[in-house]
C-alpha cells in the first residue's frame, strides 16, 4: 500500500489543496447552493483556474447551468465541444 501511495504522490500531478480552496468552495456551495462539499471543491478549483468542469455528473452539471453557469460539461459533451473548438 505504501508503494502505491509513493508512486501516486510522484505522479506529475499539481495539488490544489490549500486553505483558499476551502474558502472558495464554501463560498461556491453559497453561491450554488451545492450540498456536498466535494461537488463545490470541483466548482471552485474550476473557476479559479478560469477552466471549465467536466463531469459525468449529469445532475450537477444540470443543477450549475439552472444557476446560470455555461462552463459546466458533460463527460460526452466534451468530446463534441473540443471537436467544435479543433482541439
Known sequence: MQATLDAALALPVTYAADASLHRLALEAARQYDLPA????????????????????????AQHLRDHGVDWVRVSGEWSDHQRERGA
Open 37 to 60: 462539499a466535494y461537488d463545490a471543491h470541483y466548482v471552485a478549483l474550476a473557476e479559479r483556474e478560469s477552466t471549465e468542469l467536466c463531469t459525468a455528473d449529469i445532475r450537477l
